[in-house]
């Protein structure tokens, strides 16, 4: 891991939303780094989660970043929703935008971070020309729309060409990396140099509590004895 710092990013998209604020105020609570929050639009991804709202009412609970992942199609019309609901960082996808270098432009304006967001069949080449601009990359490590998903283990190696990227060029960009990540596979997602790991299931699925399983990650990474 070359004495990186390792982040776990607990996403709500797994969590009962029943019980929101307090599940993330869990989680919170047992070392989470940043707070992710999906947003699905039922275009870009088969599945519809969540708006702004929702995201504005994280604040009552936590005072982590909030890592906004948009999974919507015309992202540039809502990124200063989000920003004023107070997202902390809004990732964007690389599929999704017609204008990458202008819409990373446009939510840096707004005073967020910036990620981009490459699914599993999109190559890295695509962040070439935006690489110098970004706050976050999000390697999605199985195809976007549910949660509970496994594993692609041919993402592995992505992860870590990225890594060679982003050292190569002395980038200060957050390598984060979302999808079936659970405390088996977390440490050797950090080891191909992974930084943000999201995990959604693996916390709020779990049988045991939300903070018990971030715990139990923070373990296998060796965070905590």
């Given amino acids: 891991m070359k004495n990186r710092r390792i982040k776990l990013a607990p996403s709500i998209l797994s969590a009962d939303f029943s019980r929101l604020g307090e599940q993330v105020a869990e989680v919170t609570k047992a070392g989470a780094d940043y707070i992710h929050v999906d947003v699905m639009d039922g275009h ?48 964007v996808h690389v599929e999704a935008a017609t204008h990458l270098h202008r819409l990373v432009e446009a939510i840096k304006g707004l005073g967020v971070k910036a990620g981009v967001a490459l699914n599993p069949a999109t190559p890295l080449s695509s962040l070439d020309e935006v690489l110098p601009l970004l706050d976050l990359i999000l390697v999605m490590t199985v195809n976007p729309g549910f949660g509970g998903q496994a594993f692609i283990g041919s993402m592995m190696d992505k992860i870590a060409r990225l890594r060679r990227i982003l050292d190569g060029r002395q ?39 939300a903070g018990k399983a971030l715990q139990e990650m923070r373990r296998a990474l060796g965070l905590v004895s």
């Fill in 171 to 209: 980038a200060k960009v957050e390598l984060e990396v979302d999808g079936g990540i659970t405390a088996g596979i977390a440490p050797k997602v950090a080891e191909a140099g992974a930084e943000v790991l999201v995990a959604g299931a693996a916390i709020f699925g779990s049988k045991q509590s």
């Fill in 44 to 91: 870009f991804v088969p599945n519809i989660t969540i708006g702004a709202p929702v995201v504005a009412s994280l604040h009552s609970w936590t005072a982590l970043p909030l890592d906004v992942h948009l999974m919507i199609e015309r992202p540039e019309a809502h990124i200063s929703q989000f920003a004023e609901a107070g997202a902390n960082i809004i990732t």
